[in-house]
């Protein structure tokens, strides 16, 4: 079997560091792995699997040549200059940053939905990977959407922390211990209060009143699923660690009842539903840590308009939201594109 040369673009950051933590685990074939990171990270240390130690390298003094294909998440303006540097040097890029995603001419990619999109890395050789919140819910909707095609979508968003990376989640646990010591609450990451409060901004504000968060869940579907689905959504961060979560309701073209998409949930890659009417019936982010699975419960018809449901999904947003993401595109890009 082939190995390859890997290299993990902001390695010191929670999703670079989740990153080298999924290739080790699905055991990726490869021959050699770089950690990469600002001028600042560089010279640290980060693990790769059990037993080996990668010291960073400064990204901006690297040389792709040789590399053969390059997972990076350290910020859109970060891609945007390095990117396209390493794709000119014959590496693919699977891009977990904003910069590249509405791109025509970069293929968003969420494996369990439009793996086919795949083959048009090859334009720019790079791939970019969905927003957390968008991967999730369209690994949920897409066996619904074959069988009675989507319409229309309104979701709102339990974003955790870890979202908005390491300070973040830094950031909540500092401002809860103040509270139960009485000391002052600082904010630096947030511009309100995130323990035992929830903030209804995730990304700036743009001209229509929607945040940047909020557009991305729309443009995106629409590119991954189908240009005409619409897409209505309420982004809001919450005081959980890790995973996302989201309350869905989603109008057919066609009927579909919730036991027909349980059914079909059931069967669809990438998904575990957990949907019971009872107290422990459902899944929430705190039973979803460390897990790859997108889960669904509370499957639900909507009895206010016809063919339509509604839906609990949740899932850890720096595994299937990101890091394992890219895996599985690499894990696709080796199997027919790189042979």
Request: with cysteine; aromatic share 6%; hydrophobic share 45%.
């Amino acid at each position: 079997m082939r190995k390859y040369k890997v290299a993990v673009v902001g390695a010191t950051g929670a999703v670079g560091q989740e990153m080298l933590k999924t290739v080790a685990e699905r055991k990726f074939p490869v021959s050699e792995m770089i950690a990469l990171a600002s001028s600042k990270s560089a010279g640290g240390q980060v693990s790769f699997g059990e037993d080996e130690v990668l010291r960073v390298q400064d990204l901006a003094k690297f040389d792709f040549k040789g590399v053969d294909i390059c997972l990076s998440s350290a910020g859109a303006s970060v891609s945007a200059e390095f990117a396209p540097r390493a794709a000119a040097a014959g590496c693919v890029v699977i891009d977990n940053t904003s910069h590249f995603r509405m791109d025509p001419d970069v293929p968003l990619v969420v494996p369990e939905v439009n793996p086919e999109a795949i083959a048009g890395y090859k334009k720019k050789n790079i791939i970019a990977n969905p927003n957390c919140s968008t991967i999730q819910m369209v690994v949920a909707l897409k066996p619904l959407h074959d069988i009675a095609t989507i319409k229309r979508i309104v979701v709102a968003t339990y974003q955790a922390v870890s979202g908005a990376g390491r300070e973040a989640m830094d950031e909540l646990f500092t401002q809860t211990r103040a509270i139960f010591v009485n000391d002052a609450l600082v904010k630096e990451q947030f511009h309100k209060q995130i323990a035992f409060n929830v903030i209804p901004q995730i990304d700036t504000f743009m001209e229509d009143g929607c945040t940047k968060e909020e557009w991305k869940m729309v443009v995106e579907t629409k590119k991954i699923l189908a240009p005409a689905i619409k897409v209505s959504a309420t982004c809001v961060r919450v005081p959980v660690f890790i995973c996302h979560s989201e309350a869905v309701n989603v109008e057919f073209e066609k009927p579909i009842s919730a036991i027909e998409a349980r059914n079909a949930l059931k069967k669809a890659p990438g998904v575990t539903v957990i949907d019971h009417l009872h107290e422990d019936g459902f899944i929430t982010p705190a039973e979803c840590v460390g897990e790859d699975a997108v889960f669904v419960s509370r499957i639900r018809d909507d009895m206010s308009m016809e063919n339509c449901l509604s839906m609990w999904i949740v899932s850890d947003n720096l595994r299937k939201g990101a890091a394992l993401n890219a895996v599985q595109i690499a894990e696709e890009l080796i199997k027919k594109y790189l042979k």
